[in-house]
């Protein structure tokens, strides 16, 4: 049950026990009645992390740790900012999960209005599904066409020096983004986040940032029109961003971090208050180097979807401190070489492909330990044909081969059995090592001059 049918059917029992207690109606009839509506508070406060008030429905970050209630099984997907994972081969069910998340499908319309406000051909990424769900996504493009322009918001958690190929999801599209709408960007590197949250010293987690900022900019984003910073650096710096941070913390119970996020009483208290540093890139006056002091700048912040409680969050609080909600566009996850059961995981070497590997490591890893749709034998396989749904090798080829006649071509000759399990590894490993190669070498011509250049606060090549 969502926090808001639960909400209706609280309210409706309340006028029940009200109107049995005015009637004086039998005290078994009414204890029963009164029963049922504490048990539907305690279910209320599980799913919400809020006690119930009458005339108070819940706010849109209303969702439990979890985000689902208990009740809809243990099979549910586990998706959060930190764990994702399902029991299917096939991967999450993002369908049930906009649901639960009450977030919006990326519609065959919205697609369309894209293209048609921006001129240009959908990305990959928008035309199959990749990025699959939204959040205000029509009154973004409302805006910029009544020639209202909008900034971009994107962030990583340095948890390594190396990053891995489904890192470069969210920037690949981003850039995208500002290339087509000709828009500033501003990059949160949340080295704060990995000390708190990992067994990582102060100092690995600041370098891990500026070693991931690499290769960010090796993803071809303009200096010009981009800001990259690591909160640990910015923070500090920075008096208007720690305002609107403190703002934000403000407006956010310890009750709703808990039901949002998970956190218990033994979590550090720096847990408890970062939500609302990864909020405040949201909103344009935390930049005043870039905007200045104007805080009516739309955001819009493409993400995978297990960051989405973070913005729930920032949205619910963003109207009651005066600034606009941001917009958001959310991505599927990038799976591990295992199966899509989890997401693509840099601290596990073998499920993941660096942006460090050679080509004869990207080869052995694919061969070795990507999952496979094909069947046990060669004759099987040409008899039965495989599942392109649950193959990894497969999946890997939506994200990154740009030509949909060829994507389709090769889930219709692997689904017949025509295409081998060897052959379809084959095509990924060839589409993989030239991408990872050029990347690399894009990467070795980014010197700490054009690291400082992007990381240093100044106005961006952009009127409003």
Not at 322 to 336: D, E, I, Q
């Amino acid at each position: 049950m969502s926090p808001v049918e639960l909400y209706e059917k609280l309210t409706a029992q309340g006028g029940i026990v009200r109107a049995l207690k005015t009637a004086k109606a039998d005290k078994a009839e009414t204890d029963a009645a009164v029963q049922l509506l504490l048990k539907l508070k305690i279910d209320y406060k599980q799913v919400t992390g809020q006690d119930y008030k009458a005339g108070c429905p819940p706010s849109e970050n209303s969702v439990v740790h979890g985000n689902g209630p208990a009740a809809d099984g243990a099979d549910e997907d586990t998706v959060d900012p930190w764990n994702v994972a399902t029991t299917s081969a096939k991967g999450v069910d993002y369908d049930k999960l906009i649901v639960r998340f009450g977030s919006s499908k990326i519609d065959t319309e919205l697609v369309d209005r894209i293209e048609k406000v921006s001129g240009q051909r959908p990305h990959r990424f928008l035309r199959r599904g990749i990025f699959f769900s939204h959040r205000d996504m029509h009154l973004v493009m409302d805006a910029y066409e009544k020639h209202k322009s909008f900034y971009l918001y994107t962030g990583r958690g340095p948890s390594s020096e190396a990053m891995h190929v489904g890192h470069l999801i969210p920037f690949i599209f981003t850039k995208w983004l500002q290339d087509v709408f000709d828009i500033p960007l501003v990059i949160q590197l949340t080295d704060d986040e990995k000390y708190l949250w990992k067994d990582l010293s102060l100092e690995d987690c600041h370098r891990f940032a500026v070693e991931n900022a690499k290769d960010i900019i090796a993803c071809g984003f303009d200096v010009n029109k981009t800001f990259i910073f690591s909160d640990l650096d910015y923070m500090g710096s920075s008096p208007d961003f720690y305002r609107n941070v403190v703002k934000i913390q403000k407006h956010v119970t310890f009750n709703q971090v808990k039901g949002i996020f998970g956190f218990t009483d033994s979590d550090c208290i720096g847990k408890i208050s970062f939500p609302a540093i990864q909020a405040a890139p949201s909103f344009s006056n935390s930049f005043p180097q870039i905007f200045g002091s104007r805080k009516d700048i739309p955001c819009l912040i493409p993400c995978a979807i297990d960051q989405d409680p973070y913005f729930r969050m920032t949205r619910d609080v963003a109207p009651r401190i005066g600034y606009p909600k941001p917009a958001l566009l959310h991505s599927t996850f990038f799976p591990a070489l295992q199966g899509a059961q989890t997401k693509m995981s840099a601290s596990d070497p073998n499920s993941s492909i660096f942006l460090t590997d050679t080509p004869k490591q990207i080869k052995n890893k694919v061969n070795k330990h990507a999952f496979s749709g094909g069947k046990d034998t060669v004759e099987d396989h040409r008899k039965y044909g495989g599942n392109p749904d649950v193959d990894v090798a497969f999946m890997y080829l939506t994200f990154f081969l740009e030509d949909d006649e060829q994507l389709e071509k090769i889930r219709q000759d692997y689904t017949s059995g025509a295409l081998l399990t060897g052959e379809l590894k084959k095509i990924l490993i060839e589409t993989l090592q030239p991408m990872i190669a050029e990347h690399q070498e894009k990467r070795k011509q980014v010197t700490e001059e054009t690291v400082k250049q992007f990381m240093t606060p100044r106005p961006l090549n952009f009127n409003f």
